[in-house]
């Protein structure tokens, strides 16, 4: 159990973020799920708040946001429902989800890498 600045409770020099969190959404009382999505999101948090806490300033907040998910489906099909329950379903899903996958690809390789990757998962769903 982690408190709104990602400490485990009860230690003021403990971090915690991802699966192994259960950080309790004040909102909705909730757990926040345990997803790729939000454990990026918390580790940048509880990483902010690492380097805060050696210099003596004041913790981040971390704030639980649904940004929605896409659950891809066989050929050129997938539902994407996002924040604010915006609806995709059928080939716009799944062009949502090549998009998606995309910007996924740009944040971890080079451009050139990157597109050279997302162009050969195309021609493996085509066959």
Do not use: C
């Not at 403990?14 to 309790?24: P, V």
């Not at 971390?62 to 050129?76: A, D, E, N």
Request: glycine letters at 8%; hydrophobic letters at 45%.
């Amino acid at each position: 159990m982690v408190d709104t600045h990602l400490q485990v409770q009860g230690y003021d020099t403990i971090f915690s973020a991802g699966d192994i969190t259960e950080f309790i959404d004040d909102k909705t009382k909730t757990p926040a799920p345990t997803v790729a999505q939000v454990a990026e999101e918390q580790g940048r948090i509880a990483g902010i708040n690492v380097l805060r806490a050696m210099r003596q300033k004041s913790l981040t907040p971390y704030v639980y946001r649904h940004f929605g998910y896409i659950v891809p489906l066989r050929g050129h099909f997938a539902v994407a429902e996002l924040m604010g329950g915006i609806h995709f379903d059928g080939l716009w899903g799944w062009m949502l989800e090549q998009l998606v996958y995309l910007r996924y690809l740009l944040g971890i390789l080079s451009i050139p890498k990157a597109f050279m990757r997302w162009n050969k998962f195309e021609m493996e769903m085509k066959m």
